[in-house]
């Protein structure tokens, strides 16, 4: 099956700096790639997606990256702000929407 | 947040009793899925369902049951609890693209086996 990895697992960085959290994935196959927002003591959110078909996506201050070949992806969030920090999860999955396989975490916190 | 809600919101129960958690939708979403999330682990998938009565097997399902009778209801059964089921439950929803693949999560459920 699908394994995921994440890192770092936790990211300190100053406010107003760039934050990148770096994913690989296992199976050649999976094609869709979320990246969920987990703040604490709530249900994680989806806050950007990208399928295979595409390298780059951008909404605002964040973007992701996906390489199928060296299958790795990550999310980049530029301008950091306060209210940033949380924990985030990437995912992958073969068919986008049905069986998620996530990574473990990025607790990201940015300090004032 | 999407009309997902889940039932109980905190449960403490001892080890050997059988326990069930409730997600409701009212989105008439197809999928459901459920999660357990551990630290260092992020979301692992226990089971999950694309239509009334189809439910299939996820990466962690062993001593846990489910049954969706009908759209709005997944519930999640530990036929006998074990303390390495402590953890915190979520409940997922999503339609397959019918308009986006997002899975909308619900607000959880912390199970502690004592």
């Known amino acids: 099956g699908e394994n995921v990895e994440q890192h770092p697992s936790t990211l300190s960085v100053q406010e107003g700096d760039s934050a990148v959290i770096k994913c690989t994935y296992s199976d050649s196959a999976s094609n869709y790639f979320p990246w969920y927002k987990q703040e604490l003591g709530k249900r994680p959110q989806l806050i950007i997606d990208?399928?295979?078909?595409?390298g780059e996506k951008k909404d605002q201050r964040i973007a992701v990256t996906l390489n199928k070949t060296a299958k790795h992806f990550s999310l980049h969030i530029t301008e950091t702000q306060p209210e940033d920090s949380a924990v985030y999860f990437c995912a992958a999955s073969r068919d986008a929407g049905n069986m998620l396989t996530f990574g473990g975490g990025t607790r990201l916190m940015v300090k004032p | 947040d999407a009309g997902i809600t889940q039932s109980p919101r905190h449960k403490v129960t001892e080890t050997g009793t059988p326990v069930t958690l409730r997600c409701h939708q009212t989105?008439?979403?197809?999928?459901m899925y459920w999660y357990r999330q551990d630290p260092g682990h992020g979301l692992r998938l226990i089971h999950y369902?694309?239509?009334?009565?189809?439910?299939d097997k996820g990466e962690v399902s062993d001593g846990y049951s489910v049954s969706r009778s009908k759209t709005e209801d997944f519930l999640l059964t530990l036929e006998s609890a074990t303390s390495s089921q402590t953890s915190v439950y979520f409940c997922?929803?999503?339609?397959?693209?019918?308009?986006?693949?997002?899975?909308?999560f619900g607000p959880g459920t912390r199970l502690t086996v004592t």
């Open positions: 997922a929803i999503s339609d397959r693209g019918q308009p986006s693949y997002e899975q909308y």
């Open positions: 369902s694309y239509g009334v009565k189809d439910t």
């Open positions: 989105e008439n979403h197809r999928y």
């Open positions: 990208i399928r295979s078909n595409v």
